[in-house]
């Protein structure tokens, strides 16, 4: 890697997110019926979550995020891990059963006075069990169902879940997918492969998604490169998304700056740098402000020098405004060979797209792509895709920054100093090994007409 | 890795783009020529030039694209040693596993590098990778490669058979990602290789479903939880321009069409001629065949273009036609990869602290 | 099976169609009445009007469609009495399985219902169904129901244990489809009631791949080839009305807003007010609920329409702006079903002709 | 089922089409690649299928459809049909292996020589994998592919394909996707199903899809009930779907008529029509001719009587032409409650339709739905889905044909004979039996305004 500082690096990451739950973390809890929902762990406050139950935020702080607890009390008990157990089948079949006269034997007032005496939900289950009139008859697979389906019901159980991005955007995803405009855990994993994000890398964002890219660009980073965000609203958004990562607020200030579409303008001058007069001699209030606003001013400006300096690593869209208006203002930013990723919840605004920048030579090969997901319950004898899966995870289109040159296609076109001129007349014919294969490779077309369907051909997986 | 510089320099790896399906990797050396059939080029000229210039060829034969190397253009480039990982895998398992800056991770088998590159621009100089290949001339191609590509710092490669011999790390690393034909086998190694104080991942990569019900099973006696199972793919989409004729213009055209026939026909009755008898018949025959012709036209060029016959309509009417309804469109490539692999996840909780642990800042 | 006539005439079976989610089978009974949370409705009201009639409720609190039946409504309409059999497999099974006018099948278990009306549908009145149903109480409500809708001489419905007992005909039926939780067990009794003839087919409804598996081994070990296996889905797609702002509106809004509250500061810094130090933290405070919460509206009701502050535009400019691109669009919904089950298909060869059979014509 | 007459039914699909290979017929024939190709079978020639051999058709003449037969000389010799084996898997790994050293020891010479004498395929493929040096370190997997793969290439062998019009649309749709709209066998499954296709039925249907709809209602049909097709060009189209099905001709002229857009419309008098002079006396060819032409117009003019009187079970549309436009023109002959579905290789066309028809109270509930479909490889302990797979099987739009009233969702509007009346006074309040589920459902939204958000929800499938 061609990062310089190991030693800063690596402290950097050390303080970018703890490993450990923390007070003011907001803390994803997986409930018995699989949702997740997000609390607030505040050091000696007491953290409910519905009919589960609740307990003290003191009993999570310092632990490992992962673990299952059962809520006994006010306290909490570590749960050993949930492992899958095998289905016999039996004999029985649901042939015999009635339907609709499936009665449940015990009354909720019933199940209230267990709950209320302390007695465990697995004994409360199994009470109800052995009191089915029918279950002996059911079919081994009948009773698993019906076993989760009260498990569920009365659990006390909950697990902390792990602040990963892919935990944070499924979470976000499952709970309210318009929120992040579609955008699936696979979809945005493709994202950030495709604009190539990495540590020390930098990047612009253009992030109506809640700030999903920002935080998943931020963790990508792990403290070392360099973040520009682009809002629509003249102070950066609160994004919710973020608070779920927990990151350390001083990290993130080093590495991200946000302008808004009138600062990010180079020919706009924003209202802080018309400052002029000193005001000298006013009160300590004043002064604390006037810094204050100083250094607003001085952080705008130097993300707005930084952003015009270009040589971006990535630009990424996933916003409402016509993308092509966006290239439009940022595309000059963006490094030779960098890649652009722009996201839509449709294929239309990106198809549109597509065939704009496809008769534009400043973009390489833009081709739209679609995530395909799929997860399966592994149950033992019980393998099938999940029941209902989302439909759709949003659209891509990526392309590569380039440089045209107008005459390369016509007549041949090289700087070439004197030295290298010689070089060259010097070197030998042999095609280099890396390109020994290319020699078999039969191709039916000129890469100029290949370049121009572009769109007809998968870009990110050819076939091998 | 890669250089991150501006502009190409002599030692440089660049990725040179012919076509989307010649895409191959250069080591810029001075002297060296490249010669394809877009033309020839010299490895000189391209010193200097800054990433992503658009090269025309000595000859004029054609051009390329002089790109800064990306884990995801070398994944297009590489030299197959074996099947590959390709994005939509690679990325949905880095994200899965949370692989990312710092992290240390375990792969077997090193196959092609295809997913060794990715991770190792993921973890960046803090991570590091243990990158396992049991294949021997495998495992030595793949290191010359990593070293050319400055990731000999990142990535410690191993000629193991791991299902046998195990990984030579222990408590170490926060992910696993198994690419072998027998997963299962190395499923306790693997565990053995994992951190034990925080929550730890691991991936199996196995196409068919036998290995998966398998493996599933493995994880489970070794005590890995949340095992949780998932097929992704990228499906590209290819975009059409559509024009919805208008059926009126179709409706008058046929109208039109069918007044000169019987023109036609009355005009020969009129004359009586002799040779009547073949006149309909052949007015049809052509007409079959001229609809035939066009639908296959349309189906070797683009089907959403259709046209009705346009040599029966007055140039001069059209005007008055309502225009067609342009409409610029996309759909799933015909073919596209219907299958990769099975991604069987797992998680290893990590040991439960005592009441005692004290809170970490 | 339905009425094919114009109208509804009493003693019809129709479906009443609320909405997409009350969908329901009625028969006209003249004298009853139909009461919804959409209205009362008199059957008597409903004999004389053709089908597809709109009917507005007596008491103005809403209306009905008044639909003929057809398998796919009533598989909308029909009272479960277990899992059913949708649009998207039962259409692809009936292809594969060559299901037509005039064809011999066998289906086991019956269940709802579901599938078997849309066999008897297009098999017509000269094919026949065997259905068998092992739970009893369905089996008599599923022979209730084909004698209601005019079935009973396309449909002979056996209550009877297959998997142990096999079926009542031999040598006689084209296709064979098995709803069973092991079908495994009724392969061989499947492959005799198959012709021998003519090639004939045979489809296994299984929601678990290790049930496939089994499937898979039990129609091999009896001789059926072709083994192949399909899931198929139907995906509904959501239509929604995208506009795409344009950027410049949103740069100009933003440079007047920043301006606005540069005028106010300049203002209030004139005055040297005592209420200085909150303002910019209000606006600022404001903004960001704005934001927020318009977001949260476009969540809650269409995500692809986006609105910046109109509050800051003066409404006679924004002729000048760019006006924002309209597009219907669509994607697919949200809660698609995943995956109902595999559809294990095989096909049984027909017995090689001598080489003496006659050219038949 | 309400069809009349059982004798005549029953004699119509007898002759609907042959059981058995005949003179004449267009038989697909699957070749050891696993590609279908389409070949005539006449008496007495000879069929010729590439470098698998040739043979006399008449060997196939009289003999069901779906077998499997090796060619020997000229002569067919009928194949015992193909089980699966099972793989044994073995210790042997692919580690040994050298990439790039995999020999074929049997030079191509050689193969040829052996193939000339006649040598078995199966024992071609036994000297190679002999010879072959590596082969025992091969796992069973990539021996089994390596078999397989050689077997494709050397086998003699073919089996013939029924043609039912899941074959031949699969067959098509793997030939030329574009030449049938997309249309995949699945698709084409659920057209037919959602516009209620039966015996008996009527039906009309514009299909620019190379007759694939036409064939698939023919078929189904079964020799029984009507359609009419209306077309783009003046005659009938010759449909290249519709040569690979087999018709009897005499049964598909009496089912179906076809019109074009100019004779579809009721206001335009066809040029056949205007025929008034009885021109008596000419010659015998002549009149021939004029019977011709007689016939040709009376057809003519049923089929638009026929049209024209309407009360057609549904509307099918696979067309280039304006869909809302075809609507205009075709849905005042659908029947009330009557389907329409409308096909379209991109959803576009579709979205825009139903953004229209949605308004249109003419129309119940238009929705557009996609097709998915997935393959897999079952081979014992080798299943997965197959690696490529066809992108896209089009949308369909569907919508049912009802009868607005206007004044329906203000106030209660009813058709009321006195005895009707009297018998409503007369009758009790209960609910029928038919809905008593309906008393549980809990509705969160008046029916007018969930109907206004057709699209938003899944109508085909329910949960449920």
């Known amino acids: ?464 | 890795m890669w250089s991150s510089a501006r502009d190409v320099a002599a030692g440089d790896l660049v990725i040179i783009w012919q076509t989307r399906e010649l895409i191959q990797p250069l080591l810029i050396t001075p002297g060296k020529d490249l010669n394809s059939r877009f033309g020839y080029y010299r490895h000189a000229d391209l010193v200097g030039i800054p990433y992503g210039s658009k090269v025309g060829s000595r000859n004029g034969k054609g051009f390329i694209h002089v790109l800064r190397p990306t884990p995801e253009l070398w994944t297009m480039a590489l030299p197959h040693r074996t099947q590959i990982l390709y994005l939509a895998d690679i990325a949905f398992i880095t994200s899965w596993l949370d692989i990312k800056r710092g992290s240390s991770v375990i792969e077997a088998g090193t196959g092609s590098g295809s997913f060794s590159h990715s991770i190792a621009r993921t973890i960046g100089s803090v991570g590091h990778l243990w990158s396992y290949e049991f294949h021997e001339a495998r495992a030595n191609k793949a290191r010359e490669e990593f070293s050319l590509h400055g990731m000999a710092d990142i990535v410690t490669l191993t000629h193991r058979n791991v299902c046998k011999d195990g990984f030579t790390v222990e408590d170490t690393v926060d992910a696993v990602f198994l690419d072998l034909p027998a997963p299962w086998d190395a499923i306790e190694h693997a565990k053995k290789a994992l951190k034990k104080t925080s929550p730890t991942r691991i991936c199996c990569f196995s196409p068919c479903m036998e290995q998966v019900l398998r493996t599933v099973s493995a994880l489970n006696d070794s005590g890995f939880t949340d095992i949780t199972m998932f097929e992704t793919l990228l499906r590209p989409h290819e975009v059409h321009q559509l024009s919805l004729q208008p059926l009126t213009q179709a409706v008058e055209k046929l109208k039109k069409l069918e007044q000169k026939r019987e023109d036609k026909r009355q005009h020969q009755i009129a004359r009586s001629s002799k040779r009547k008898r073949d006149d309909l018949q052949e007015t049809d025959a052509d007409n079959v065949g001229g609809k035939r012709l066009r639908t296959q036209e349309s189906g070797d060029e683009d089907v959403s273009i259709r046209d009705i016959p346009d040599a029966v309509v007055d140039p001069g009417q059209s005007a008055n036609q309502p225009s067609p309804i342009k409409l610029s469109v996309s759909k799933v490539s015909p073919d596209v990869r219907g299958h990769t692999s099975y991604l069987t996840f797992a998680r290893l909780v990590p040991t439960a602290p005592s009441k005692s642990v004290a809170i970490q800042e």
Chains 1, 4 share one sequence.
């Open chain 1, 1 to 464: 890697m061609d990062i310089a500082d190991h030693e800063d690096a690596t402290s950097a990451l050390n303080s970018f997110k703890a490993t450990t739950i923390q007070s003011g973390h907001t803390v994803l809890l997986r409930l018995p019926s699989g949702e997740t929902k997000g609390f607030k762990v505040e050091k000696d406050a007491t953290i409910s979550i519905g009919r589960v139950g609740s307990f003290r935020a003191n009993e999570l702080i310092g632990h490992p995020y992962g673990l299952t607890y059962e809520i006994r009390g006010k306290e909490l008990t570590v749960q050993p891990p949930h492992t899958l157990q095998e289905v016999e089948e039996t004999d029985a079949t649901n042939e015999l059963i009635n339907d609709g006269e499936f009665v449940q034997p015990l009354t909720l007032g019933e199940i209230e006075g267990l709950k209320k005496s302390g007695v465990h939900a697995s004994d409360i289950i199994k009470a109800q069990i052995e009191q089915h009139a029918n279950y002996s008859l059911k079919t081994e697979y009948s009773k698993e169902k019906y076993k989760q389906r009260k498990e569920a019901k009365y659990s006390k159980t909950f697990s902390t879940v792990e602040p990963t991005i892919y935990n944070v955007c499924d979470h976000w995803f499952k709970k309210d997918q318009n929120r992040i405009r579609d955008i699936r855990p696979d979809t945005l994993s493709q994202i950030l492969n495709l604009a190539n994000v990495r540590p020390g890398g930098r990047y612009i964002v253009v992030d109506e998604a809640s700030g999903l890219l920002v935080s998943a660009i931020l963790e990508r980073l792990g403290g070392e490169g360099r973040l520009i965000s682009i809002c629509d609203v003249d102070s950066p958004p609160a994004y919710p998304v973020m608070t779920l990562m927990n990151f350390r607020k001083d990290v993130v200030t080093n590495i991200h700056s946000s302008l808004n579409w009138a600062t990010a303008q180079e020919d706009y001058t924003p209202a802080v740098a018309q400052e002029s007069s000193p005001e000298v001699g006013k009160s300590e209030r004043h002064r604390i402000r006037l810094d204050k606003r100083k250094n607003a001013a001085d952080t705008l400006l130097n993300a707005r020098e930084e952003l015009f300096a270009g040589e971006f690593d990535a630009l990424l869209i996933a916003s409402d405004y016509d993308p092509l208006e966006i290239l439009q203002n940022l595309i000059l930013y963006v490094a030779g060979s960098g890649s652009i990723v722009v996201q839509s919840p449709f294929s239309q605004p990106l198809t549109e797209l597509q065939s704009k920048l496809r008769l534009d030579p400043g973009y390489l090969a833009p081709s739209i792509t679609e995530s395909w997901l799929r997860r399966y319950q592994v149950l033992p004898g019980r393998t099938h895709p999940t029941m209902s899966t989302s439909g759709s995870g949003g659209f891509l289109l990526h392309a590569i920054k380039v440089y045209d040159d107008p005459n390369a296609s016509k007549v041949s076109s090289h700087r070439q100093s004197k030295r290298q001129k010689k070089e060259a007349d010097e070197g030998n014919l042999t095609v280099p090994q890396t390109l020994e294969s290319y020699q078999t490779t039969e191709l039916e077309e000129k890469n100029a007409a290949v370049a121009d369907q572009a769109s007809l051909t998968n870009e990110m997986e050819p076939t091998g």
